[in-house]
């Protein structure tokens, strides 16, 4: 029963990572509205007006969440299926999360080094939760 519980905490970790994820466009696309107009962001305009730097950069953290979530999804989904679970797959989990959740929006307010440090916490997360799997 022990590790089956570590491993609903680290699934749910997943969960959260991907609602946030999936909630992440919200931001950038309401810029593009105010930017372009309603009509015009629903549409392809050929030649439409900037949106804000920050908009813009909204949009390149949310693509590198996702490109981040996928191999997190697939080790996190593989530790469950193999009953691989302990304190160091939750911590793993946890991590992801609150890296990919700074990371956004430091990302969005310019902080460089905070947001390469937030990557790098996720991605230490991701790893951690791998290593488990390796020594099974």
Not at 10 to 30: K, Q, R, T
Not at 71 to 95: K, M, Q, R, W, Y
Request: with cysteine; net charge positive.
């Amino acid at each position: 029963l022990g590790a089956k519980t570590m491993c609903v905490k680290a699934d749910w970790m997943l969960a959260w990572s991907s609602i946030f994820c999936a909630l992440m466009w919200v931001p950038y696309i309401l810029a593009r509205i105010m930017a372009w107009g309603a009509l015009e962001a629903m549409s392809y305009p050929k030649n439409p007006p900037p949106v804000p730097e920050w908009a813009q950069r909204a949009q390149k953290a949310h693509a590198n969440m996702i490109e981040s979530l996928a191999p997190f999804a697939a080790i996190v989904l593989t530790a469950h299926v193999a009953d691989v679970s302990n304190s160091t797959t939750e911590l793993g989990a946890l991590l992801f999360l609150v890296g990919r959740g700074i990371h956004y929006p430091v990302y969005i307010a310019k902080i460089p080094v905070a947001r390469t440090l937030a990557f790098a916490v996720a991605w230490l997360g991701t790893v951690l939760i791998f290593l488990q799997l390796s020594n099974a």
